[in-house]
Structure formats: C-alpha cells, structure tokens
C-alpha cells in the first residue's frame, strides 16, 4: 500500500485593510450619498472616515462634502 498526497498550493495571505484603506472605502459611500442628496447617510460615513483618518479630512473632496452637507443641514434646520 502507498501513500499518495494531494498537492495543493496554499490559500493567498491577504492582510485585512488598513484604517487608512477602510476610510477610502467609507468616503466613497459618503460621496454616493451626499451625491444622491441622503445627507443623514453622508454624514455617517464622513464620520467614520474621520475616526479612521483623520488626516483625510484635508482633503478637498471631503472639505466639499462637509461644506455641503453644512449648508443643506443648516436649510433643514430653517424649513419649517
């Protein structure tokens, strides 16, 4: 009797996404959201962006979406 073994090549090492990566990631829903005009939405990714990166909200896409975001909070808040 013999023994036969099967090789196989060894599953891919993926390292889980950096704080950094994990903010892209949430700046872009963000942008779809501001986009599509769900500010309560934009606002929670932009959010999370920054607990992540904080440096990130230097950026002039974020700086816009704030900007954004502030004005159309501020006409809510006057509507009546």
């Known amino acids: ?3 036969w073994f099967l090789a196989t090549s060894p599953e891919p090492v993926t390292s889980p996404p950096t704080p950094k990566q994990e903010a892209e990631g949430e700046r872009e ?3 779809e959201s501001c986009g599509e ?3 309560t939405t934009c606002k929670h ?3 999370e962006a920054a607990t ?3 440096d990130g909200e230097s950026e002039p896409r974020v ?3 704030r900007q954004e ?3 159309a909070m501020a ?4 509507a009546p």
Not at 75 to 78: L, N
């Open 1 to 3: 009797f013999g023994v």
């Open 29 to 31: 829903w963000a942008e």
């Open 37 to 39: 005009k769900d500010w």
């Open 45 to 47: 990714h932009l959010d």
């Open 52 to 54: 992540l990166d904080p």
């Open 63 to 65: 700086l816009r979406m």
């Open 69 to 71: 975001l502030a004005l």
């Open 75 to 78: 006409r809510e808040a006057g």
